[in-house]
């Protein structure tokens, strides 16, 4: 027993003090199951507009080279600020209440670069002989971009959303700190009182939503590469 | 409000804050190194420890940074000691991915036609996959030491120092100035490192390789 992650772990275990099932038991419906889907509403609101925003401008940069380096930069650099950095400075803005409202905001900010980046790489990712076909089927421009270029392109897209949603779901438990909900509100309330049981509860449930996320979109991203399926075979 | 964020930086305390974030990160990015370099050195020719490696890195991806932090609060107790080693434990993941699919990924003709010349295995590990694989390593050094400074702003949630505590001084006893102050001070300190880290990569980056990828565009 010298590994130190094991010994971690059966100190967590073996103190009854870290872990109080009783209070798990007593708040599981008022206190964790509402933190729980707030925390999914968060997550899953700003990589949907993340998404909306994301898809024409990942559309656009592809088609019109000139526009990417900007567009790459300005988003790099809003995905390189920390998340408290950029929570303090959004409820700076007159008018920014504290709430899940900026919180999201934030998160949309992240997600843009690694969701633009990928629209692009799956749309370079069609080979151009494809698009010729569809031009020779007397395909016009929207139809190829609809029907041939974002379907073929999907799998990188979903990789994206895949990559997007983890860090989202990680960076919400820090929108708690400006009452953004969620799982980060167990994590700062057990910090606060003092209370292990609220900070394992949140960081446990927060790493398993996210392992779940992880798994449920690399399992679409499979699903809709029914090629490379074919060709594994 | 420009000139009262400007007299938070000029407080005797700025200077001492800006250093906790500094060491902080720097120290766990360093030890992150020293742990997950050797790690992918020594399964860089298993399947399995690729496996392995990939699989820690992808949970290690999913923890969120406040999570583990938080952890070491009930575990490690209070102070700059517990955040140091739950930063160290955040920074090694996108270490250890890259390290170790970068050098999976040299072209196994290049390593048949250094054997062929002759070399030994040390020699081929320093001189063709070391520096071929050393972009790639790089840029999880980068990653890692950019999201190390981000996550050591959280340090100040379990006592552990840094810009953070002027965000929470000033969130806390209302001080928009404070808090702002706080907020650049880390996004800049943020931004400086993604750039300098950018540059070593660049750096890192053989000659041939640069000419390679050059031709490859």
Redo the contacts between chains.
């Keep these: 027993m010298s590994n130190p992650a094991l010994l971690l772990l059966q100190d967590v275990l073996e103190k009854p003090e870290l872990i109080d099932w009783e209070w798990i038991r007593e708040n599981f419906w008022e206190d964790i199951v509402p933190a729980f889907q707030g925390h999914i509403f968060l997550s899953f609101v700003s990589v949907a507009i993340a998404l909306v925003i994301a898809l024409p401008v990942g559309v656009i940069s592809a088609r019109y080279r000139k526009v990417y380096p900007p567009v790459t930069f300005v988003t790099g650099i809003l995905y390189s600020i920390p998340s408290l950095a950029l929570f303090a400075i959004l409820i700076s803005i007159p008018g920014v209440a504290i709430g899940p409202s900026p919180v999201i905001i934030a998160l949309v900010a992240y997600s843009l670069l690694i969701l633009i980046r990928n629209t692009v790489a799956g749309l370079d990712s069609v080979p151009p002989e494809t698009i010729d076909a569809a031009r020779g089927m007397g395909l016009t421009n929207r139809q190829i971009l609809f029907r041939v270029e974002l379907p073929l392109a999907l799998p990188i897209i979903v990789a994206g959303i895949r990559i997007a949603t983890v860090t989202i779901i990680g960076i919400a438990t820090i929108g708690a700190y400006i009452s953004g909900g969620g799982l980060g509100a167990l994590i700062f309330d057990g910090i606060n009182r003092q209370f292990p049981t609220m900070i394992i509860a949140g960081a446990v449930l927060a790493t398993a939503l996210a392992i779940t996320a992880d798994l449920l979109l690399l399992g679409l991203e499979r699903y809709l590469r029914p090629w490379a399926r074919v060709r594994r075979m | 409000m420009l000139s009262n964020i400007l007299e938070v930086f000029a407080r005797p305390d700025f200077p001492e804050k800006l250093r906790e974030h500094v060491v902080l990160s720097l120290v766990a990015l360093l030890v992150a190194v020293a742990i997950a370099m050797p790690v992918a050195l020594m399964i860089r020719n298993t399947r399995l420890g690729a496996a392995i490696a990939i699989n820690i890195g992808?949970?290690g991806?999913?923890?969120?940074?406040?999570?583990?932090l938080?952890?070491a609060?009930?575990?490690l107790g209070i102070g700059f000691a517990s955040a140091l080693v739950a930063l160290t434990a955040l920074a090694i993941p996108p270490i250890l991915i890259n390290a170790s699919t970068g050098l999976r990924e040299v072209n196994k003709d290049v390593i048949d036609a250094a054997r062929g010349m002759g070399l030994s295995g040390g020699q081929i590990l320093a001189r063709i996959q070391l520096p071929i694989a050393a972009p790639v390593i790089f840029a999880g050094i980068r990653t890692s030491a950019?999201q190390t400074?981000?996550?050591a702003?959280?340090a100040t949630?379990?006592g552990g120092g840094g810009l953070?505590d002027l965000?929470v001084e000033?969130?806390s006893e209302r001080g928009?100035e404070i808090?702002?102050a706080?907020?650049?001070a880390?996004?800049i300190l943020?931004?400086i490192?993604?750039v300098g880290f950018g540059a070593l990569e660049r750096a890192f980056t053989p000659k041939g390789l640069k000419i390679a990828q050059k031709r490859g565009r």
């Design positions: 992808n949970v991806r999913a923890v969120p940074s406040l999570a583990i938080a952890l609060l009930p575990l950019v400074v981000a996550s702003t959280l949630f379990i953070g965000i000033g969130y928009p808090l702002l706080g907020a650049i880390v996004a943020a931004i490192t993604e």
